[in-house]
């Protein structure tokens, strides 16, 4: 059975900081490893990653994976108040398309 | 920007009643999946349908649950006799389903509360 371990459970920060987030799964034939931003509502595509040490990146957040040690971490620079939020990790096998997500880690930025 | 839509974005019912949840995936998406997430825990996978039928299930999907495309635009999820432990937040994702791997992206979900 596939499964995602996410920490920490929760970070509160000051904006400005610089935070990072941890993700380590196991998985049968790793497919992708997915990142989402949760606010209220949906969950919100973040970045898709398949390959290890390739960084991909967006604006102030970047991630990274290393299939060998089996973990993603997902880097906010300059965080803001609307970077508050739940961040969930998933990742999918080759057995189909099904995600298994992690607890999340619950971010709070403070003005 | 395209976006998956569901509806309603909460339901009450009684324990023992059917409920429909609705979702609208992207356009010219191909692949559908239920999730549900209990209040504090995680997100959980139901089903996955291509093609107008099944491709994955979990355990928890058991038969009282059920999916149908009834027309080329809405996806549904039915729980025939509702359970207290069915009050979740349901989300609807959909994959264009020509690339691998593929993202999913997910609807704002529904609240369903089972009294």
């Known amino acids: 059975e596939d499964k995602v371990v996410q920490s920490p459970l929760s970070l509160v920060v000051h904006e400005g900081d610089t935070v990072t987030l941890n993700c380590s799964y196991e998985v049968t034939n790793f497919r992708s490893l997915l990142w989402y931003k949760q606010e209220k509502k949906a969950p919100t595509f973040l970045f898709m990653l398949?390959?290890?040490?390739i960084e991909k990146k967006s604006g102030r957040l970047s991630s990274i994976l290393d299939k060998k040690e089996l973990f993603s971490i997902l880097n906010i620079t300059a965080t803001q108040t609307g970077d508050s939020a739940i961040y969930l990790c998933?990742?999918?096998?080759?057995?189909?398309?099904?995600?298994?997500f992690g607890g999340g880690t619950r971010l709070m930025v403070k003005p | 920007e395209p976006e998956v839509t569901q509806t309603p974005s909460h339901q009450v019912t009684q324990m023992g009643q059917e409920v429909i949840l609705r979702c609208v995936p992207i356009?010219?998406?191909?692949?559908f999946y239920w999730y549900r997430q209990i209040l504090g825990q995680k997100v959980e996978f139901l089903v996955s349908?291509?093609?107008?039928?099944?491709?994955?299930k979990s355990e928890i999907f058991d038969d009282q649950f059920s999916v149908e495309r009834p027309d080329g635009s809405n996806f549904t999820l039915k729980i025939r006799s509702t359970k207290l432990e069915d009050s979740a937040m349901y989300f609807c994702?959909?994959?264009?389903?020509?690339?691998?791997?593929?993202?999913?992206?997910f609807g704002p979900g529904t609240r369903l509360t089972v009294l």
């Open positions: 349908f291509y093609n107008n039928e099944i491709s994955e």
């Open positions: 398949t390959s290890s040490g």
């Open positions: 356009s010219n998406h191909l692949y």
């Open positions: 994702a959909s994959t264009r389903g020509d690339r691998d791997p593929d993202t999913q992206y």
């Open positions: 998933a990742v999918q096998n080759n057995a189909g398309n099904m995600l298994t």
